[in-house]
């Protein structure tokens, strides 16, 4: 919203409100996220911590304007998000080059992970007695389990990052914004729960903030949309 605010946009006292409100509870959270969960964790420094908030502070500085200078193309330009996703991704490639031996060894790393089936057999009840047979073969294929999980992680991206671009084409950056620091924080929590850590109260207050901030942001949204619409509709009225 700061970054807006230099950009010359402009927000309601509600939207300001809501914004500070979902700041402090993801600062909660993230104190309540630094604690250590259980006795085999290593102590993080306070430099440490403070050191990566500092970076996560600049990455999100450098994402808001990002994300204000895509606002300001799909205005002027149209909302192109696909073209958006694909030079995105494709102009970055060449920064991979240097980490390429790394990668292709823990890709190798990967490949030697325990084979797992695919349990495709289940499926034969539901598809015609044609698909039964090319089913049955696949269901013998072994695939490195690790492997398997990354393909299924690309693929969750893949459906999450064009969820976001297709969101920046039809909401405002700011937005874009808030909806992405709310799904940070329900992966946090997931995630804490399927490793089996316990939530502090701590991080339970800040997704209490956050999703009661998320709320207001919402409403204030969905008011300010109803009133452009009605005055539109004056205007329409008037000139008829």
């Known amino acids: 919203m700061l970054v807006g605010f230099a950009w010359g946009k402009r927000y309601s006292r509600m939207h300001v409100i809501s914004v500070a409100l979902l700041t402090v509870g993801v600062i909660i959270s993230a104190v309540g996220g630094s604690k250590k969960y259980s006795p085999t964790t290593e102590p993080t420094s306070p430099a440490t911590f403070l050191t ?46 240097p980490f390429f031996p790394k990668m292709l060894a823990q890709f190798r790393l990967l490949a030697t992970s325990p084979p797992i089936t695919l349990p495709l057999t289940s499926l034969n009840p539901y598809l015609p007695p044609a698909l039964s047979a090319p089913i049955q073969k696949l269901s013998a294929i072994a695939v490195p389990k690790h492997l398997l999980s990354l393909l299924l992680n690309a693929m969750t991206q893949f459906a999450c990052i064009r969820g976001v671009n297709l969101l920046g084409s039809r909401a405002s950056a700011l937005t874009v914004t808030i909806v992405l620091n709310i799904r940070k924080l329900v992966s946090l929590l997931l995630s804490v729960r399927l490793f089996g850590n316990q939530l502090s109260p701590i991080v339970m207050t800040g997704a209490v903030v956050v999703f009661t901030a998320g709320a207001m942001y919402a409403w204030e949204s969905q008011r300010l949309a109803s009133q452009k619409k009605a005055r539109a509709r004056a205007r329409l009225g008037k000139a008829t």
């Open 52 to 97: 990566g908030l500092l970076i996560l502070f600049v990455a999100q500085v450098l994402s808001a304007i990002m994300g204000l200078y895509v606002q300001a193309t799909y205005e002027a330009y149209g909302s192109y998000w696909r073209e958006n996703l694909f030079y995105s991704h494709f102009l970055s490639l060449p920064l991979f080059i």
